[in-house]
């Protein structure tokens, strides 16, 4: 039996994933987009690149990896697309372009997974015993609700 490395496609595009997961000789298949309901972040604090995201007491759900938004923040270099980098029940560590310190409370921002950026796969990003032809789904964040 011929196993294959299953790839992270976490925060990918679709096509792109779909691509990766053909590359590794794997069966993709995209599974109806996931609900993407906004998170209202009421802090964010930059330091060297590095994004911190507090949200509300509810948990935020995202994982590392994923690909996420926030708008609506009051400051034009905290709105934008950023990578979670690490995450714990309430805040997330996220990477991006911007590299101001930052240091905002009291905020009423969004923040929402990217939509058509993977939210899950099926299989473990890193799994070594899958078969070569194993089929596998992923899951794309739906338009922000």
């Known amino acids: 039996v011929d196993y294959v490395l299953v790839p992270s496609v976490i925060g990918l595009t679709t096509a792109l994933a779909t691509d990766a997961m053909k590359d590794a ?3 993709p298949t995209t599974a109806a987009a996931a609900a993407n309901a906004a998170k209202t972040a009421t802090a964010i604090a ?3 690149g590095s994004t911190t995201i507090t ?3 509810t948990s935020h759900g ?3 990896g994923q690909k996420v938004v926030i708008a609506n923040s009051g400051s034009a270099t905290a709105n934008g697309t950023y990578t979670v980098a690490t995450s714990s029940a309430n805040s997330f560590t996220a990477t991006g372009t911007n590299t101001d310190v930052l240091a905002l409370t009291g905020l009423s921002a969004t923040v929402v997974g990217l939509e058509g950026t993977i939210k899950t796969q099926s299989l473990a990003a890193g799994a070594n015993t899958i078969s070569a032809g194993a089929a596998v789904t992923i899951t794309p964040f739906a338009a922000a609700s």
Do not use: E, P, W
Request: aromatic fraction near 8%.
């Open 25 to 27: 000789t794997l069966v």
């Open 46 to 48: 930059r330091t060297a």
């Open 55 to 57: 949200v509300t007491a």
């Open 62 to 64: 995202f994982s590392v």
